[in-house]
Antibody, heavy 120, light 107 residues
């Protein structure tokens, strides 16, 4: 059974940093593109970042480029999102999501989400 | 970047109704478009990918169609459990844009 379990969310002051983790199980982690998607309170879904199976290709939304860093440790089956220079508008539930084997076919498994609150 | 505009933003329909949700792209895109259902407090679920392919486990009353700039999600006979918010997503290239969502309420 595929499982994705996010952790690392919490309350941080503007300008601060957090690192989110997503522990994956039930599939060959290194074979799949993984994404982070966020959802601000009461708002829609926003794709944040994606990383290829081997980690060699990385993509970001313009809203986080230069502040967030996606990475993965395939030996630990874990996806990460390092978030620096956090802004009030980064407050959201952050989901990690597994793409289908053809990454353009969408995200077929999602974690339960972890809440990041940015406030002074 | 590609923009996706969904219509309507809100929809109220009765059990048994045929429901259609539209997703319009800002320019011609390939058929790498997906549809998701999200219920309050839960993660999204993939319903349709490649514009018209039903995801394994998704009910057969859901179908997708379209090409070019116009795509549609159809629920053939609305069921009580179909409430929630529906999103389309562009997947041909990065950034992987989502539509703004369509909230579906059961009358």
């Amino acid at each position: 059974e595929v499982q994705l379990l996010e952790s690392g969310g919490g309350l941080v002051q503007p300008g601060g940093s957090l690192r989110l983790s997503c522990a994956a199980s039930g599939f060959t982690f290194s074979s799949y593109v993984m994404s982070w998607v966020r959802q601000a309170p009461g708002k829609g879904l926003e794709w944040v970042s994606a990383i290829s199976g081997g980690g060699g290709s990385i993509y970001y939304a313009d809203s986080v480029k230069g502040r967030f860093t996606i990475s993965r440790d395939n030996s630990k089956n874990t996806l990460y999102l390092q978030m620096n220079s956090l802004r009030v508008e980064d407050k959201a539930v952050y989901y990690c999501a597994k793409h289908k084997i053809s990454w353009r076919d969408g995200m077929d498994y999602w974690g339960q989400g972890t809440l990041v609150t940015v406030s002074s | 970047d590609i923009q996706l505009t969904q219509s309507p933003s809100f929809l109220s329909a009765s059990v048994g109704d045929r429901v259609t949700i539209s997703c319009r792209a800002s320019q011609v895109i390939t058929s790498y478009l997906a549809w998701y259902q999200q219920k309050p407090g839960k993660a999204p679920k993939l319903l349709i990918y490649a514009a018209s392919t039903l995801e394994s486990g998704a009910p057969s009353r859901f179908s997708g169609s379209g090409s070019g700039t116009e795509f549609t999600l159809t629920i053939s006979s609305l069921q009580p459990e179909d409430f929630g918010t529906y999103y389309c997503q562009y997947l041909n290239n990065y950034p992987l844009t989502f539509g703004q969502g369509t909230r579906l309420e059961i009358k």
